[in-house]
């Protein structure tokens, strides 16, 4: 992983300056500091919950690619700062005590969720990010739902997580601004060449019955998350679907719309 975007292999000392960025130093050094000195920490890091896991992992390589300062909540520190290389601000905390909460979020402007916030459902982490001034939270979630009891075993951890739209409400009723971003089944990126395709949007700002289906890269999924980080937050909930457009006349279902993107501005006509 450390190769693909340009952090040397661990053990040696050639670093690909064209990405090279000022290190990070640790968490808990910075909230000593902070403590000793009684300033507060400038809030200039996006914070990814669960980046141990598939998609906790590529957003926060589409983050370092933006270069963006990022601190990652990992379930293993010392494996997650070989894979990141030095980019990344690796934390293990837990969720369910307030002081560590606390402490995760000094810094902290943006959180992006990408699986679970906690053995309360996200309650506390949502009440420490008001309370922090946190500016806004990005929830990954889904529009899909596994079908009965066999659906959900056969279902892996984190589309199970992506499911539970219990996260939505605690989000939505937190006060704290939000972007909630839906998807449908998950699916890694298909290597080589690809047919033109353009991402099918639904914001529920635009009407009500709107609804979109299919699947999603994780990858797609990741940059939309990490695309949103860049708008102003308006508490809204946005589904995405991969669309080939085989020709002209593909467009959008009901209460849709399509948006090809070939740029970064493209995503104005996703998040504004």
């Known amino acids: 992983m450390r190769k693909w975007y340009g952090a040397p292999e661990k053990g040696t000392d050639v670093l690909d300056l064209s990405l090279k960025k000022e ?46 300062k990022v601190k990652a909540l990992v379930g293993d520190r010392e494996q997650a700062c070989c894979a990141f290389g030095e980019y990344v601000s ?9 002081s560590s ?15 679970s916030m906690g053995y309360d459902g996200g309650q506390r982490f949502m009440e420490a990010c008001l309370a922090s001034g946190v500016g806004q939270v990005v929830l990954m979630s889904s529009y899909a739902q ?16 992506l499911e539970d739209l219990e996260r939505e409400k605690v989000v ?25 395709r353009a991402l099918e949007v639904c914001r529920d700002d635009k009407g ?27 508490n809204l909930t946005v589904e995405l679907s991969e669309r080939v457009l085989e020709d002209s006349s593909v ?8 948006v090809e993107l070939n740029s970064e501005e493209d995503w104005n006509l996703v998040f504004e």
């Open 208 to 234: 009500p019955g709107g609804r979109v289906e299919g699947m999603l890269s994780r990858t797609d999924f990741a940059c939309a998350t990490v695309a949103s980080l860049d708008f102003e937050p308006r």
């Open 90 to 98: 690796c934390v293990e905390s837990s969720l369910d005590d307030r």
């Open 146 to 161: 596994s079908d009965g009891l066999l659906g959900k075993i056969f279902a892996d951890r984190e589309q199970i997580r």
């Open 172 to 196: 939505k009723e937190s006060g704290v601004a939000f972007t909630i971003i839906r998807a449908g089944d998950l699916k890694d990126s298909s290597p080589g060449l690809q047919a033109k």
């Open 251 to 258: 467009s959008g279902t009901s209460g849709s719309f399509l």
């Open 23 to 68: 290190i990070a130093p640790n968490t808990d050094d910075l909230s000593v500091r902070a403590a000793e000195s009684g300033s507060s920490t400038e809030r200039d890091t996006v914070l990814v919950l669960d980046a141990s896991g598939k998609l906790g992992e590529e957003v926060v390589l589409q983050l370092i690619l933006k270069r963006t």
């Open 101 to 115: 909460v606390r402490r995760l979020l000094e810094g902290v402007k943006s959180v992006v969720v990408t699986g």
